[in-house]
């Protein structure tokens, strides 16, 4: 559906721009299964959505908040995938691009407040905020939340790690620090001290935020 192709095309500008690069024709193709639709791109130009500036293809106000939305529908069905449903990445990602088009407002808010106004998707991407994180109270209570946030004699079972720093991720990997690991934190000051299985490690407060836990027993 044109609308659908709109928003994907909105997705792929948006992104290019968190990652600091430039949106182009060739770069959204990429991502196209058919060829670059050019009346649906002058269409939303027309509707100003886009703008033009030679090949390069940058986001309005408008298109921005529609970019938002979409966005933030994917990341958030990604979060309840990861987190509730514990489905695999690779499915939770296709069903997250299908929900994306399709979740109505007032489910997308429903999910944000079952996950407790996620800050991040599992890849550690900024999932942007809406009207019931704006609401939301400090008790709020996740179902997933950063190790760092934890209380000590807390346990729970490591849901994601959303660090971008591989040499971090082979450390905790080495220790056995992996999605599907049950924790024990034993403390928080002055580093956060961790039990998994047999394992005794120590990390700092930074490393500790990157790690999201799902928290409760066995």
């Not at 639709?37 to 500036?53: I, Y």
């Not at 499915?91 to 999910?111: D, K, Y």
């Not at 591989?166 to 580093?191: E, K, T, V, W």
């Amino acid at each position: 559906m044109p609308e659908q192709k709109a928003e994907e095309i909105l997705k792929q500008i948006w992104i290019a721009e968190e990652q600091k690069r430039e949106a182009t024709r060739e770069s959204l193709e990429d991502h196209e299964e058919e060829s670059l639709d050019e009346a649906l791109l002058r269409s939303m130009e027309q509707d100003g959505l886009v703008r033009f500036n030679g090949d390069v293809v940058t986001l309005t106000t408008e298109g921005r908040q529609r970019a938002g939305e979409v966005i933030r529908r994917h990341r958030l069905a990604e979060r309840l995938m990861s987190d509730v449903l514990e489905v695999a990445e690779q499915p939770a990602e296709s069903a997250a691009c299908e929900f994306e088009h399709m979740l109505p407002v007032e489910v997308t808010e429903s999910i944000c407040t079952l996950l407790g106004h996620p800050k991040k998707c599992p890849h550690g991407h900024a999932i942007p905020p809406g009207e019931c994180c704006r609401r939301a109270t400090p008790e709020a209570r996740p179902v997933v939340a950063p190790l760092s946030k934890m209380k000590s004699g807390a346990e729970g079972t490591v849901a994601y790690i959303a660090s971008i720093h591989h040499h971090r991720l082979d450390r905790l990997a080495a220790f056995g620090l992996l999605p599907g690991a049950h924790i024990r934190l034993h403390q928080r000051q002055p580093s956060f001290v961790i039990q998994i299985g047999e394992t005794t490690i120590a990390i700092d407060e930074e490393t500790a935020g990157d790690i999201y836990v799902r928290q409760g027993g066995r």
